[in-house]
């Protein structure tokens, strides 16, 4: 007598149903969708985690100043970078500092896309 049971073979019964629908967070959807509000990637950073950046050391001849601001500048979003700043004068560091080859962060990052906007805060932070 049957009673129930199915007849599989045992590749058939070993494969398992995966679910391939996306999982959509629709209120975050939302709120980045909207038009009145700026889209917003990612978490708000805090003070304690963009003076951070002010503890990386070189590893080689380049300036201690230069070496932050190129750290700060690859990791932190554009308003984040302009905190740094603050912060980094406010510590001492040099805005002028060099590498090995004499060249400062604006010197290096003169050439990149979105260099202006960065360039345009270091200006206003050397005031």
Excluded at 29 to 42: H, N
Excluded at 52 to 65: G, R
Aim: glycine content about 8%; aromatic content about 10%.
């Amino acid at each position: 007598m049957w009673e129930g049971r199915c007849f599989l073979t045992a590749s058939e019964a070993c494969v398992p149903q995966v679910d391939f629908k996306p999982r959509v967070n629709v209120c975050r959807l939302e709120s980045v969708m909207r038009k009145d509000k700026k889209q917003v990637i990612g978490d708000e950073i805090g003070d304690e985690q963009i003076k951070l950046f002010l503890d990386f050391e070189p590893v080689d001849a380049t300036s201690p100043s230069l070496h932050k601001l190129i750290k700060a500048y690859r990791g932190l979003r554009i308003d984040d970078f302009e905190r740094f700043l603050g912060f980094f004068k406010e510590a001492g560091w040099d805005l002028d500092g060099k590498d090995e080859h004499g060249q400062t962060f604006v010197d290096l990052i003169k050439d990149q896309r979105n260099a202006a906007e960065y360039i345009e805060l270091i200006d206003k932070a050397r005031g």
